[in-house]
Structures are given as structure tokens and as C-alpha cells.
């Protein structure tokens, strides 16, 4: 049987056995998706955010696996709040993956409170909650019983218990902690500054039945833990901005780690709106025993964009040929 044969067996039996574990849409620009690692960064370093992702991997292996986004925040101030302020947040999913087309739609509404702990310092909690679509079309699917040895034959029983449905509604809710620290207000730079974000969250609490098959089986709540720092370097106008995200769904876990060199190209001018600020970033990230991920990000006063690609290093390196999958990000943002 072909490698790639092989393969499709394998990745029909995942869908089909454990697609209520199935991994949470995620992307490896993590940063860049703040709602989906914790709601509490909603309005945290911005009044106005929009954000757009897309990611498409695994062509090579099978039908194309492709996943997008798109994120909106805005900040609510009154002066009565003191300096503290609200956040909401609209998001959208939606995943589609491999030849079964198993699809996941994920809209979902957004609220956080910040509140300041000192000068530089800000705490936040936020809520997020809405619902998730999932669909299948298991006739695509093959299995390693259809192969008699010489071919593929879609007349032989496949083995497996038959998807009773093809589409679930389950509710969804989300909730976590951050906490920002700010040493300097400058857009994208400040000699011997630094700010970060640290925070943890959980996502899908109490989420009902998530299964195709006749089972009880409900989605994993997903639990996040992450780091997003910005530190100058020394003697210079540039930064560091190391990272890291810890995930665990149930059995499974994900811990990508690492780091970009930014290179500040001009700071905006101080008493006049003439000089924009601009800053690209090019480093890497790694994906614990499944991928290397090299990645680049250029900011232009209001707007970015995010370029990376997953080379893969997993076991299923001798189907996938390391290709992994191209990821693109667009932001629009307002400074406050």
C-alpha cells in the first residue's frame, strides 16, 4: 500500500473515531489571534483592532486543510471608570480539513474589563461565548479494508461505525486572565523599554454533545497559558519579541515557543503626524515535535502583515515531503 494511501486511512479513522477531541482552530502567528487564546487581550493594547488570518497546510497529503478568521475589538471609555475601560470583541472561524471536508464554523461575542494596578500595569478578564457548526461528508473518506491488496475498492466494507449525522450544534463559552505591563507609551519602539502579556484561559466549558456517533462524547474544555514580550535590545533602537503558548485539549497538547528580532525603521515624529511609524521583524518559531515555523512581520503606522509557513519534522514527515502550510495575517489597528 502506498505511503499516501496509508495515510488516508489513518486520517479517515481520526475524523471518524475521535472528531469531538479533534484540535481546536489554531494558528502559529498565535499572537496575532488574541481571541483565540484568550478574551481578556481584548482592548489591551489598542482601541481599535481587526484582524484577518488564513492558513492553508497539508496539500501535500491530502485535500488541502484551510482555515480562516477574522477578529474585530473596540474599547468603551468613560471617565467615570477612572482610567479603567471596557472591550468587546466579535470573531468568526471557520476550518475545513482534509478529504472528508470536516468543517468547524465558530462566530463567536466577546467582553473584557481592564483595570489599572499601577502606572504600567494593567489586569484584564474577559469572557467570550457563541456557538460552534460542524459538518462531515464521510462518502470521501477511504479506509485501510477498502484496500484488497492490490487496489482501492470502494465496494468493500470499510470496518468502521457509520456517522449517524452529518452536521452538530454545540454551544460554546470561553473565559481567562491577563495581565499587561507597559514601560513605555511609544507605538512601536522605546530605548531600554519592554511590555508584555501574560495570561491564562480556558475555552469550551460545559459544551454539550460534539459527536457524529451515537456517544456521549463532548468537546474538551482547551486550557491556554502564553507569553507575548517586546524588549529593547541594548544600546539600540530594536527589540526582541519572545513567545511562547502552552495548550492542552484532553489527551492532547501543543507548546510552540520562539522568537522575533525587530528592527525599528522609523518611530513617528514627536510633535507632527508626517513621520509614520515602521518596523519589520523576521525570526522563528517551533512547534514541539511537529514543526519549524520562520516568520516575518511588517508594521506601517495603522497596518501589519504577518507572513510565516510550517515546515514540518513530525513522524509524518515521509507523507507531508516537510511541507507544512502557508499562514497570512492582516491587521488594522488604532493606537490609543
Known amino acids: 500500500m502506498q505511503t499516501k494511501h496509508i495515510i488516508h486511512a489513518v486520517l479517515a479513522f481520526t475524523f471518524i473515531h475521535q472528531v ?49 478568521g477574522v477578529s474585530f475589538e473596540q474599547t468603551i471609555k468613560h471617565k467615570k471608570l477612572k482610567g479603567n475601560y471596557f472591550a468587546v ?30 502606572k504600567k500595569m494593567k489586569l484584564s478578564a474577559g469572557l467570550q461565548s457563541g456557538f460552534f457548526y460542524r459538518t462531515i461528508d464521510a462518502s470521501n473518506l477511504r479506509f485501510d479494508a477498502q484496500y484488497d491488496g492490490i487496489a482501492y475498492n470502494p465496494n468493500r466494507p470499510t470496518g468502521e461505525p457509520e456517522p449517524l449525522k452529518s452536521g452538530v450544534t454545540a454551544f460554546d463559552l470561553g473565559g481567562g486572565v491577563n495581565l499587561n505591563f507597559v514601560e513605555s ?15 491564562v484561559s480556558a475555552y469550551h466549558f460545559g459544551v454539550g454533545k460534539s459527536t457524529f456517533l451515537n456517544s456521549n462524547e463532548r468537546l474538551d474544555t482547551r486550557m491556554c497559558a502564553y507569553f507575548n514580550g517586546d524588549f529593547n535590545i ?10 511562547f503558548l502552552y495548550m492542552r485539549q484532553g489527551t492532547s497538547s501543543e507548546f510552540i515557543a520562539g522568537a522575533l528580532f525587530k528592527f525599528i525603521l522609523g518611530d513617528p515624529s514627536t510633535y507632527t503626524s508626517l513621520k509614520k511609524p515602521r518596523a519589520f521583524s523576521v525570526g522563528g518559531y517551533y512547534r514541539y515535535r511537529d514543526a519549524i515555523v520562520p516568520s516575518i512581520l511588517f508594521q506601517y503606522n495603522k497596518y501589519a502583515i504577518g507572513i510565516s509557513y510550517d515546515i514540518n519534522v513530525s513522524p509524518l514527515t515521509p507523507a507531508s515531503r516537510r511541507n507544512g502550510g502557508l499562514e497570512v495575517m492582516l491587521r488594522y489597528n488604532v493606537f490609543p
Open 89 to 118: 470583541a466579535a470573531n468568526i472561524f471557520r476550518d475545513v480539513s482534509g478529504d472528508a471536508k470536516l468543517s468547524t464554523l465558530n462566530p463567536n461575542l466577546g467582553i473584557s474589563y481592564l483595570q489599572k494596578v499601577s
Open 185 to 199: 507609551d511609544k507605538f512601536l519602539s522605546a530605548k531600554n523599554a519592554a511590555k508584555f502579556d501574560i495570561g
Open 234 to 243: 541594548p544600546n539600540s533602537i530594536n527589540a526582541i519579541m519572545p513567545s
Open 20 to 68: 469531538s477531541l479533534a484540535q481546536d482552530i489554531h494558528f502559529s502567528q498565535y499572537a496575532e489571534t488574541p481571541s483565540s487564546i484568550n478574551p481578556a487581550l481584548a482592548g489591551v493594547t489598542y482601541n481599535t483592532r481587526v484582524i484577518a488570518n488564513y492558513k492553508s497546510q497539508w496539500s501535500s497529503v491530502a485535500n488541502k486543510y484551510q482555515t480562516m
